[in-house]
């Protein structure tokens, strides 16, 4: 939620996450009303790091801002509120059972 806070230019947060399958392999299943599957792949999210509770002098700025201008994106000025920026990156190889019914 910070990452919005702080840094998202827009309130769609289109190109805020992304998932990228590298693998999806059918496995065999022991249960003929599950299908089983293999995902494997990575992922990569934008996120930040603030402050919390969010200081006095942040949120002021923010409400005058907004009272003054309307609303803005990002609403709060990471500079003033120290929030740091951070990019998370992962991998995942996941085995999971879905009902057969669904596929």
């Known amino acids: 939620m910070a990452y919005a806070q702080y840094f998202a230019t827009s309130d769609d947060g289109k190109d805020d996450a992304h998932i990228v399958l590298s693998k999806v392999e059918k496995l065999s299943s022991k249960n003929a009303l599950l299908v089983r599957y293999r995902l494997v792949g990575t992922f990569r999210f934008k996120g930040a790091n603030g402050p919390e509770p969010i200081d006095e002098a942040c949120a002021k700025e923010a409400g ?4 003054q201008h309307g609303k803005r994106n990002p609403p ?19 085995v999971q059972d879905f009902l057969a019914s669904a596929f």
């Open 64 to 67: 005058m801002y907004a009272g």
């Open 76 to 94: 709060f000025r990471a500079d003033l509120c120290k929030a740091k920026q951070i990019q998370v990156n992962g991998s995942f190889d996941i």
